[in-house]
């Protein structure tokens, strides 16, 4: 089971307005969206695998506000993730190693592209994504 | 809306940026799809991949993904790259002349009748080693579009 937010993430999304948060969580659900779509190679049932651990975050400008992870846990904020001085809201989804490796290929193994697949796999049903969390939080707002 | 097959569209890439001029002076013809050129039973060392100190500077290109348009007969495809060096600062010229090679290009129609409307490296710059042989490389990813159908 995931855990709560952390008191850094629920005050970040106290300070925002209601409209921009509402957006943000719709990024969010994309990028959420993205890493559950992923059948990560060798993962179970097909082998015990590597590429275990998927995840996501989200930011408003250079605030934290959502992320997750398929083991529960919340992920690192990549270092090439760029926020500070940031404006917009920004997510991030992917796994971690070796998954670039899988991705992209090796010397010896030929590229086992799985990511960008999923990621295709969402694109299409972006809008519909977007639409039903970004009225969610909208509804709650009155 | 398919008349034919989908056209390939990775031989016409590779063949164009074995073409590229300050890419040739890097890696020759080695730009590869899929895997590295092997070595050769009669010719040692001939092949892409060697240990340390007899690296090469190659390229090799994957289709990471290239589904057709549901409108229009296109492709928006994505390919993804790594460029290897003889160390980590020859494998980020052969990023950057590849990058050079691909970035924003105008639209071309090859005599097979395939159309590349354009091509932009959308994503990379990683350094990283090989896990096998801890060659240095770059990886990227290149965004392809191009048609599906032969362009008449």
Not at chain 1, 6 to 27: C, F, I, K, P
Not at chain 2, 135 to 151: K, L
């Amino acid at each position: 089971m995931a855990k709560k937010r952390s008191a850094r993430v629920v005050l970040n999304r106290r300070a925002v307005g209601q409209v921009e948060l509402a957006l943000a969580d719709g990024v969010n659900a994309v990028a959420k969206a993205i890493v559950l779509e992923t059948n990560a190679p060798d993962a179970e049932p097909y082998g015990e695998g590597l590429v275990m651990r998927g995840g996501w975050i989200t930011y408003i400008a250079d605030k934290k506000i959502d992320g997750g992870g398929t083991d529960g846990r919340q992920p690192k904020k990549p270092r090439a993730f760029r926020v500070r001085g940031s404006e917009v809201i920004s997510a991030v989804a992917g796994w971690g190693f070796p998954a670039g490796f899988k991705e992209l290929g090796t010397n010896k193994m030929a590229a086992e592209p799985f990511f960008a697949p999923a990621r295709d796999r969402v694109i299409p049903r972006i809008p519909s994504i977007m639409a039903k969390n970004v009225a969610y939080r909208l509804a709650r707002i009155g | 809306m398919l008349t034919a097959p989908m056209l390939p569209f990775l031989g016409s890439l590779i063949v164009e940026l074995r073409n590229n001029t300050d890419l040739r002076a890097l890696v020759n013809v080695r730009v590869r799809g899929r895997h590295p050129a092997p070595e050769s039973p009669d010719s040692p060392g001939s092949g892409d991949v060697q240990s340390r100190g007899s690296y090469k500077n190659y390229v090799v290109l994957d289709i990471l993904s290239a589904p057709p348009d549901p409108y229009l007969p296109v492709t928006f495809a994505e390919v993804g790259a790594r460029c290897y060096g003889t160390n980590e600062e020859v494998a980020w010229a052969v990023w950057g002349a590849l990058v050079a090679a691909v970035h924003d290009t105008e639209a071309r129609v090859k005599a097979s009748g395939l159309g590349i409307y354009k091509t932009k490296a959308v994503t990379g710059g990683t350094q990283e080693n090989d896990p096998d042989n801890d060659q240095p490389f770059v990886t990227g990813s290149i965004s392809v579009i191009a048609t599906t159908q032969v362009v008449t």
